[in-house]
């Protein structure tokens, strides 16, 4: 049974003083820190996901909680949460871990810009501090083996394990909840010693870097993943996540168009005692509705599930602010008790020995029969949240559907890294990259004797690999290495041929082999050679387990 929502309603009381309450159900729920120093905190829960005939529904809501900076009844926004895509749509998927699904909102196939069907159409939308403010929006049909499913907000945490009800039912209350209520105080499980970021090698703002410290406050296990909650504190002011270099990114992650964002928390790893490789970030794939002008069709545009900080990295500018981050990864091997965080860069130091706790169980689910009416999508019309008092949410009529109807789906992507050889794995198909910086040479194809442990490593991966597969060599050079495209794509498809002719006694199995290179314009990694030059000099390989 669900937990229920008992609200104060802003500027009410009862006849006896008592609070007044309605009941919402709340399947979970987190909190967002928001303001110049991270200072205002703002609840975020899941209420519902509910099928109907025509798809599936989300009700979440908003809550601004009351301190001493943020009084009852002070105005606020969910601008800062990183909610909202570029045109102000909601920002959230529904996402099965087991089944290594990701579920896109319904968007209008109307152009590129196209909006959901979410209620209201934009989250630019007023809060009050107290108060909660439900939102809506839709998804494309669930499997019917989907039980429950996690909640997935951009910038943010998840919702694991949330029941997805039948269709004319609704989740049934269960024990009140104030979703305004003040917050506990925050069990840190440890902390790093003050660093600062190199000027240049990650922050190049005028500003400086600034003197910081991460604490980290849980690791927490559950069936499919394994979220980081962490802490970054600005000890003196300088530049914090400057936009011209983030910190907490890992560089090597970003192949071409991977990150529709680049300003996210994906940059930590995880290590288990008795593991050399380190578990990185989930990503899913990120496919567009339809297609960007100017950019190619279809791109391999890539999401991360951990916390966007783009409007929200002022916050440790400030001497004192804080920004709190969450970083989610493929859940633990069974039995693992402690992990080690690590960080890119060496400016900070691993912190060992972080204890995992399990997610609590799901609450038995019970439902109620849906008495909720029906509202239509209009772009022309920007309606307002609906209130506790609204419970049940109206749902999308059918001429709604129909108005929104391109379903996407993506898929999640598990990655790992030992000593300079990163592993993607979707569920099908294992990629891995080599660095070819530490293989060749500088602008060679001639391999350096120190390339052959990477070669062994990369030999014992694809022994998996069966007999009549196809294993696939990439070539990347970067943008501004020397030499004409021509000369640039026969350089890389020599070197990825010089790795095949290498690798080839070492995998004992009877296996086909692909060769390629790319050239300047077919870049892995982004352009800029001051970050991104080693991260473009890779040689891809792909085979499927």
């Not at 300003?263 to 990503?283: E, M």
């Not at 004797?449 to 690999?465: E, I, K």
């Amino acid at each position: 049974m669900l937990a229920v929502v008992g609200l104060f309603l802003a500027g009410c009381s009862s006849s006896s003083g008592e609070q007044q309450e309605r009941g919402v159900p709340v399947a979970g729920s987190f909190v967002y820190w928001v303001g110049l120093k991270g200072e205002k905190p703002i609840r975020i829960a899941v209420h519902a996901v509910r099928r109907t005939d025509k798809g599936t529904v989300l009700d979440w809501s908003a809550t601004p909680i009351p301190t001493a900076d943020v009084p009852v009844g002070t105005s606020m926004t969910l601008r800062a949460t990183d909610l909202e895509s570029f045109f102000g749509d909601q920002t959230i998927s529904l996402v099965d871990f087991a089944g290594r699904t990701v579920y896109r909102p319904l968007l209008s196939a109307k152009s590129f810009m196209a909006h959901g069907l979410t209620r209201p159409l934009y989250t630019q939308t007023a809060l009050t501090s107290g108060e909660t403010s439900i939102f809506q929006i839709a998804f494309p049909k669930l499997p019917a083996s989907a039980s429950r499913i996690a909640v997935a907000f951009n910038g943010g945490d998840i919702v694991p394990d949330v029941p997805v009800t039948p269709v004319g039912d609704v989740p049934a209350n269960g024990p009140a909840v104030d979703l305004a209520a003040a917050l506990p105080a925050t069990k840190v499980l440890a902390t790093s010693a003050p660093f600062t970021y190199p000027q240049g090698a990650y922050i190049f703002s005028k500003k400086g870097a600034g003197q910081q410290q991460i604490t980290v406050e849980s690791v927490v296990v559950g069936k499919g993943y394994t979220t980081v909650h962490w802490t970054e504190h600005a000890l003196t002011a300088g530049a914090g996540f400057a936009l011209e270099g983030m910190p907490v990114d890992d560089y090597r992650l970003h192949p071409t168009y991977q990150g529709l964002k680049s300003t996210v928390a994906d940059g930590p790893g995880l290590q288990i005692a008795g593991s050399t490789s380190t578990l990185r970030a989930l990503y899913a794939t990120f496919r567009a509705a339809v297609d960007m002008p100017g950019m190619p069709a279809s791109p391999g545009w890539q999401a991360c599930l951990c916390s966007d900080f783009q409007l929200r990295s002022a916050a440790v500018a400030a001497k004192g602010g804080s920004l709190s981050l969450s970083t989610t990864f493929p859940e633990l091997p069974a039995g693992t008790k402690t992990v080690t965080l690590t960080f890119p860069g060496t400016a900070i130091p691993a912190l060992a020995n972080l204890p995992v706790t399990a997610a609590d169980e799901p609450a038995a689910e019970t439902t109620a029969t849906d008495v909720s009416g029906t509202w239509h999508w209009d772009t022309s019309a920007v309606a307002t949240p609906l209130s506790v008092t609204d419970w049940p949410a109206p749902l999308p009529d059918d001429a709604s559907y129909a108005e929104v109807p391109v379903a996407v789906t993506d898929t999640l992507l598990t990655r790992t890294t030992t000593d300079g050889l990163d592993t993607q794995w979707n569920g099908a198909t294992s990629t891995l990259l080599l660095g070819s910086a530490p293989l060749f040479a500088a602008h060679t194809a001639t391999l350096l004797p120190t390339a052959q442990a990477t070669l062994r490593q990369v030999a014992a991966q694809l022994a998996t690999v069966k007999a009549g597969s196809t294993i696939s060599l990439t070539g990347y050079l970067a943008y501004n290495d020397p030499g004409s495209t021509a000369a640039v794509v026969a350089l890389s498809k020599a070197q990825a041929s010089a790795v095949q002719k290498a690798l080839a006694p070492l995998v004992h199995q009877n296996v086909r082999w692909t060769v390629a290179g790319k050239g300047k314009g077919d870049l892995l990694g982004a352009s800029d050679p001051k970050v991104f030059g080693d991260v473009n000099r890779r040689i891809a390989i792909t085979f499927r387990k």
